[in-house]
């Protein structure tokens, strides 16, 4: 059966993946018919009703679903089609309370012409009453004044084309609404509302997203290696998935204590939503020196990586290599009391990209997902490839852009052993010889000289000036 999908017209490249990757989580056979990223309606194919709800009842970026009687360019097209595909049912229909909506996307229509659309439905000779809350059946006209192939003549490039507004509907859809989705639950997650936050926190959205495209669901183990204030654990634990967390500064997680004898930092975000039983622990560690057992036997990683744009990344260890004595304070040594800090060397973001994959390859169970973002300039000279493995298959790349640069969500899953994904496309550059943060990390690098054409201009975003590191961790300008 046909059904049409009604999305909200937001993050666009992420509704399809979302979509598909619910789908494959609840085992659904789903074809997408038609998609269009410019409209917000997507013509599905699915077994029957019941497969719909249960496709749209957890997605975030659709709205609802729609079981679909008649499609057309005009609308004796739809009645057409209308009559010849579900005229069997309309006694099913005829008895009980009902009420007819009409939305135009992209377009408006008066009132009177609204009137006169409905009246054009009245051979479905529906006999029951209307209400128009909380009827039996609710019907919808889906107007989409969206052309598939008309570009706005004044774009700048085809990367920034938007499409034309016609005059008249370029499609209309008839159907009988099926259920709502979840996308009520982003007001619940809202970081306006939320105990524990902090500057680099991910939106309540896109962190419920990224659950959804890892498959976040009871009796399944999920890991954010950069946890910091826990949004994406809240949120897999929203889909009922175990949550566990590391950071390698301990202090994001903690955070301060509100009032005597309520829990700190992530654990009163869990707290705050009810669903402390779904956390584990978090705890101290970068990802080159996890305690965690070298098995698999996670289902799900999710995870924002640090940039390293406004500080340099860290990694455990010394610049030299080389270990440093133990440091004894009255006895005891130094690394078991309170506030202890661990020395902390310069790390390069190809290294962590690639480390993130190795550790998923390790860490994850068959058929387990990382759903990791991940940065890149909106520019193809500074566009970084994405990173792959050859145990790791990409599933999907949705793209959020910015002004001078862009994140991208991207979800892996885990083959079976003896199955290998074609890497020939991904990343093969090593990590950069150097000592600060920049000679590290290429993204950070071409962010500098975007933020110095912006404030300074051209003419110094081309000179030779570097960012140089400091141990205080500021960032401070030398010239060569």
């Not at 912006?454 to 060569?480: C, L, T, W």
């Amino acid at each position: 059966m046909e059904y049409l999908i009604r999305f909200a017209q937001v993050h666009e490249s992420f509704r399809q993946p979302e979509i598909q990757a619910l789908a494959a989580l609840k085992g659904i056979d789903l074809e997408i018919l038609s998609y269009n990223e410019f409209s917000p309606y997507c013509l599905v194919k699915l077994k029957n009703e019941e497969t719909a709800r249960d496709l749209i009842s957890r997605s975030i970026l659709a709205k609802d679903i729609f079981e679909l009687w008649g499609q057309g360019t005009n609308y004796d097209e739809v009645h057409e089609e209308v009559r010849r595909r579900t005229q069997h049912r309309w006694n099913d229909y005829k008895e009980v309370s009902f009420r007819f909506t009409i939305e135009s996307f992209a377009g408006k229509r008066s009132n009177e012409v609204k009137r006169d659309i409905i009246q054009s439905f009245a051979y479905l000779d529906f006999q029951g009453p209307i209400r128009m809350k909380n009827p039996d059946e609710d019907f919808w006209v889906l107007e989409e004044y969206v052309s598939d192939v008309a570009v706005s003549k004044t774009a700048p490039s085809p990367g920034s084309a938007q499409p034309v507004e016609p005059q008249h509907p370029q499609k209309i859809y008839f159907g009988r609404w099926v259920a709502n989705s979840s996308r009520d639950v982003v007001n619940k997650y809202d970081l306006k509302k939320r105990r524990y936050i902090s500057t680099t926190s991910m939106d309540a959205e896109l962190s419920l997203v990224t659950a959804n495209m890892a498959h976040a669901a009871p009796g399944k183990l999920f890991f954010d290696p950069f946890v910091g204030t826990g949004s994406f654990c809240v949120t897999a634990a929203h889909f009922g998935a175990l949550t566990l967390g590391s950071d390698i500064d301990g202090r994001s997680f903690r955070g301060k204590e509100m009032d005597k004898g309520k829990p700190m930092g992530v654990l009163s975000n869990f707290q705050q939503y009810g669903t402390m039983g779904k956390f584990m622990d978090v705890f101290t560690s970068d990802l080159t020196n996890t305690p965690l057992r070298s098995s698999q036997f996670l289902d799900g990683i999710v995870c924002d990586p640090p940039y390293g744009v406004r500080e340099g990344l860290r990694v455990l260890g010394t610049r030299d290599g080389r270990g440093k004595e133990e440091l004894l304070i009255n006895g005891v040594p130094a690394h078991y009391l309170p506030g202890y800090i661990a020395p902390k060397k310069p790390y390069g973001f190809e290294a962590m990209l690639n480390d993130i994959l190795e550790f998923a390859s390790r860490s994850l169970v068959t058929n387990g997902r990382l759903a990791m973002w991940m940065p890149t300039s909106s520019d193809e000279e500074g566009e970084l490839a994405i990173p792959m493995h050859p145990n790791l298959e990409v599933l999907s790349i949705s793209v959020q852009p910015f002004n001078n640069w862009s994140r991208r969500l991207i979800t892996y899953r885990r083959l079976p052993e003896g199955e290998t994904s074609d890497v020939s496309l991904g990343r093969r550059k090593g990590d950069a010889e150097g000592v600060y943060a920049d000679d590290l990390n290429a993204f950070r690098r071409k962010v500098h000289l975007s933020l110095l054409t912006d404030f300074y201009g051209k003419s110094m975003a081309d000179s030779n000036i570097v960012f140089q590191e400091e141990p205080k961790h500021e960032d401070h300008i030398r010239y060569k």
